[in-house]
Each structure stands twice: as C-alpha cells, then as structure tokens.
C-alpha cells in the first residue's frame, strides 16, 4: 500500500513540476510593450520570485565580471552618455568611448 502512495506522489510532484516550468516559461517568454527608451529587464522579487518590469536606465553603470568591473559608465534618460570605459583584469582601460558627441535619439 505504501508503495502505492509512493507511486501517486511521484506522479502529482511530476505534475505539479511540468505546470511550473510550463508558467516559469510562458512568464519568461512574454514580451513587455515599454515605450523608448525604457528597457525590459528581469529583476529579482519577493522571496525568490523575479519581477519582470520596463526600466530606464538614469544614472552610474559598473558591470562586474569574471572577479573585475569589467565596464563603468553612465547613462542618462535609457541612452549612454559620457565617456564609458572597459577595464581588463589587470584594471587598465583596454577600451575607451565618449558618448557626449553622439547624436541625438528620436524620443516616440
């Protein structure tokens, strides 16, 4: 009898799986309408959920990488703006670019 019990467990925590990959999925999938020049992005939520929300990138940016900051720069209202800067893992700058010459975006 037990191992009857066993059985029908396994199957519904099979079950119970496939639905939440299938919604982990179709959440995952879905694309957001943000308007320019906001940006989508996966963001970490509550306990262990994630959010997924239209952002505009305003202010410093440094990515970290491979035990270094890889990049720093800056971006103002979703674009880059002024010099960014791409370091190696010794920290010396192996690319620089200024985007204060850029030009303009078309706002829609």
Known sequence: MRHIHYGIAAVLLVIGCSNNDAAQKAFLDEK????????????PWGQSGSAHICKIRNGPFVAYENGYVHVRGQYANGKEAGIWRWYGADGKVEKQVDYANAPPVDAK
């Open 32 to 43: 957001l309408a943000c308007p320019s020049p906001a940006v989508e992005q996966f963001e």
